[in-house]
């Protein structure tokens, strides 16, 4: 309201006689705690925001002065008391608006209670919420000491025992149900503290887990389909006490990694481990020097059959019937004798060589590793 000369007059002021007892309006003088439920949130950046730096809301209340009738009316610009009350420790939410249209006395939006700072009406500050009357509590006599928290989807519990689970459920609507743009199939999805130390991580149904077994010291990792393990810059290192098993139900296991995967353990075992790993670099050692020793004894061996034969192919010639060249010839026998006789020996040390290689096999299989 303005004055002839442009003077703003608040719409809490009224004429009233000089002397009133009243000293001022019931919009100043408000001390009352109020039941409301919350109509509209006005975030900072709404023109109708009063504030401009926190969300404000429009909370709809229902109350009796004395013996007068019910009064309904909207208190606005109402902001929400905080756990901390700090700029650099904070804690904020927002609160649900009703979007039942209006079709009940009670819908759908955040009951809160509210108290206007000095009693002014245009700064009622929201101290919390108080059930709602249409929620059910579903506790029974042994539920014992408990805690149950869900915001928008995500549920967070403590039992009597103090066993912690967070519960993914996606988006939800003021009645607690789904939202339509959430998706159904990913409702599910949970983290579990159990009382023995134990951890468990798990997808809707459990169909991919996680399982930090605390008590028999193991890890346990399922997946239905794939479980891939990529490491861009560095080592995959898996390190347990105890247990770790890595199990797929349907699909495949693997391990994509830029460098090294590295297993430093007691011993791998692959499938029914009924054989053990060959030690390459050992195995191939041996064999180097097996390869050398045959290669230059099947050179002299070349030589002295090669010498061998030659003497004997010339020697041949000289006996031809009518023997005339025996004599000429006994020496192309000699030599062909010798270097036979010299051969026979080096098929032994052949011999000798493989079953030297031979009686060093324990040694090229790993007493570790084992493999179908």
């Not at 002014?120 to 500050?125: E, L, M, P, S």
């Not at 460098?259 to 790993?277: C, M």
């Not at 010299?342 to 324990?362: D, R, T």
């Amino acid at each position: 309201m303005y004055l002839s000369d442009g003077t703003f007059i608040p719409s809490y002021l009224g004429v009233t006689s000089r002397g009133s007892d009243s000293g001022s309006t019931s919009m100043l003088n408000d001390y009352v705690l109020r039941f409301g439920e919350v109509k509209k949130v006005v975030f900072p950046d709404d023109p109708q925001s009063y504030g401009k730096n926190t969300v404000e809301y429009e909370v709809e209340v229902q109350y009796r002065e004395g013996n007068g009738s019910p009064v309904t009316s909207i208190y606005r610009g109402c902001t929400t008391s905080t756990l901390f009350g700090g700029a650099a420790d904070r804690f904020h939410a927002t609160l649900r608006p009703d979007s039942s249209g209006g079709d009940s006395a009670i819908g759908n939006g955040s009951k809160v209670l509210l108290l206007c700072l000095s009693g002014d009406q245009q700064k009622a500050i929201i101290l919390g919420g108080i059930e709602d009357p249409s929620v059910a509590r579903k506790e029974k006599k042994d539920s014992g000491h408990n805690l149950h928290f869900e915001f928008n989807g995500v549920r967070f519990t403590i039992d009597a025992e103090g066993q912690a689970t967070m519960t993914f459920r996606g988006a939800t609507k003021p009645n607690g149900k789904l939202s339509d743009k959430a998706d159904t199939a990913a409702e599910g999805s949970f983290v579990k503290f159990s009382k023995n130390g134990s951890i468990l991580i798990g997808s809707p149904k459990e169909d991919q887990s996680i399982e930090i077994d605390h008590e028999n010291k193991s890890i346990y990792v399922y997946a239905q389909k794939d479980w891939l393990l990529q490491v861009v810059n560095g080592n995959a290192s898996v390190q347990a006490a105890k247990d770790v098993n890595f199990q797929s139900k349907s699909g495949a296991m693997n391990v994509n990694t830029a460098l090294n995967v590295n297993i430093k353990s007691l011993g791998v075992l692959v499938g029914s481990a009924s054989d053990a790993w060959l030690k390459g670099t050992t195995y191939r050692t041996n064999q180097g020097v097996l390869h050398a020793q045959m290669s230059s004894t099947f050179g002299t061996l070349a030589g002295l059959v090669s010498a061998a034969g030659a003497s004997l192919t010339a020697g041949s010639a000289l006996n031809a019937i009518p023997v005339v060249g025996g004599l000429l010839a006994a020496p192309l026998f000699i030599t062909a004798g010798v270097s036979l006789t010299s051969a026979g020996p080096l098929f032994g040390a052949m011999a000798g060589y493989i079953q030297a290689f031979e009686g060093q096999s324990f040694s090229y299989l790993s007493l570790k590793n084992k493999g179908d």
